[in-house]
């Protein structure tokens, strides 16, 4: 069995689309959201010329709302962008045009899979699509510069995939990113260095670059 191609948009195959879920899409997505795309244009310029759309959504999300000021500074530390945010709840329509969700923690992950749509494949927590991405031999990947980033981007989703029965997780605890909700700006900074950390190397598997511009 293999992962599906990418949905992109409105039928399109020349995108790839990832979404970072979370619970009420104020915290945890909102961060991984930006700090994704900011390591992205970090290593591409503009992700959107190599198909890469980067989005978020909440299982019980807030809807219109911003995210947490505490999420804004977290994002601030790092340079990354919190302009224009808008929280949103997840929709069966999101969970369809992705081509890669990846969740704050097994519950969510849990949650998006049983909302069908083949999604099992392409559904992780970031911890866990991070520990099988360090497992993969990047030069089994399709080259960015020749074939582009969606397609590596497709072959990565489907060698992870393979990949999960084989390698687990040493706790359960180890693919959680716990919520910050409510919490000091210092446990804030601590789930962003912990965020961080865990979108590095996905960022590199995907475009094929392992340092910034």
Known sequence: MTAPEGRGIAGQTDTFRILHVSTGNVC???ITE????HALVDRLGDPLQGGLIVESAGTWGHEGAPMEANAEVVLADFGADATGFVGRELLDEHVIRADLV????????AQVISMGHSAGLRTFTLKEFTRLVRAIDHATLPDAKEEGVVERARALVRAAAALRGWLLAPTAEADEVYDPYGAPITFFRSVGDEINQALEPVVTALTGVSTPR
């Open 102 to 109: 990846l969740t704050a923690t097994r519950d969510h992950r």
């Open 34 to 37: 930006r700090l994704t795309r």
């Open 28 to 30: 945890r997505s909102p």
